[in-house]
């Protein structure tokens, strides 16, 4: 099956700074991908969908300017957390299609933001 | 609104025992995809079992199988002879032709020994 990889899986940053959560799809183009938030013990919430070339498409009370994606290639979208505070501690995942007629979304293994 | 409901936040099975996960969604389209999905404590989204809203019979997968009525919108999971290795939160998600994913809220399921 496809496989989308994520990194990192774990990073530990300072108030203020901004971290970058890469999400690669390792065998397939994937010209859409999503990007899910999840807190403890809950649902995933989808934050944007990006697509190759073209900026992102922002769900209702996501911040885009803190949130910053950037989807360069069919293979590579990035999250960038700007200015991180300790309330955008979270667990993030991407996720890709490759518009095949399963409709299934790929999941990277997800990243764990920690803002100290 | 595209809205998924897990009415079960947690449910508990007997190691072998059979158990049901309850869905329902909320939609207008008439072509879309459902979705099981497993997610452990490591976190990682695993695949449980897919089903396309135009195909009338039911998928199986192995011990799992899911009860899809498309007039009442309800898509729950049925897990047989359940295993030790099924204990994680499953999520039921709704997927319409090349949009975004929705998730409901989870299921907790415990299988004791």
């Known amino acids: 099956g496809a496989v989308v990889s994520q990194h990192p899986s774990r990073v530990i940053c300072k108030s203020g700074t901004s971290v970058k959560i890469e999400c690669r799809s390792l065998?397939?183009?994937?010209?859409?991908m999503f990007w899910y938030r999840q807190f403890p013990k809950k649902s995933l919430m989808l934050m944007a969908t990006?697509?190759?070339?073209?900026?992102?498409?922002?769900e209702q009370g996501v911040e885009k300017d803190k949130f910053l994606i950037n989807h360069a290639s069919l293979t590579l979208s990035t999250l960038t957390v700007t200015s991180a505070h300790p309330e955008d501690s979270s667990f993030y995942i991407c996720?890709?299609?490759?518009?095949?007629?399963?409709?299934?979304?790929?999941f990277g293994e997800g990243s764990r933001l920690t803002v100290l | 609104a595209q809205t998924v409901t897990q009415s079960q936040p947690e449910m508990s099975v007997q190691e072998a025992e059979t158990v049901t996960l309850s869905c329902t969604y909320d939609?207008?389209?008439?072509?879309?995809?459902l979705f099981w999905y497993k997610q452990p404590p490591s976190r990682q989204m695993i695949l449980v079992i897919r089903?396309?809203?135009?195909?009338?019979q039911n998928a199986t997968e192995n011990r799992f199988s899911v009860n899809f009525q498309k007039a009442a919108k309800s898509f729950s999971l049925k897990i047989s002879d359940s295993q030790l290795g099924d204990a994680a939160m499953y999520f039921c998600?709704?997927?319409?032709?090349?949009?975004?994913?929705?998730f409901g809220a989870g299921t907790r399921l415990t299988v004791k020994p």
């Open positions: 996720s890709a299609t490759d518009r095949g007629a399963t409709g299934e979304l790929f």
């Open positions: 065998d397939f183009q994937a010209t859409t």
């Open positions: 990006s697509n190759e070339g073209s900026k992102a498409t922002y």
């Open positions: 939609t207008s389209e008439s072509d879309y995809y």
């Open positions: 089903q396309e809203a135009y195909k009338q």
């Open positions: 998600a709704y997927r319409p032709q090349h949009h975004d994913m929705r």
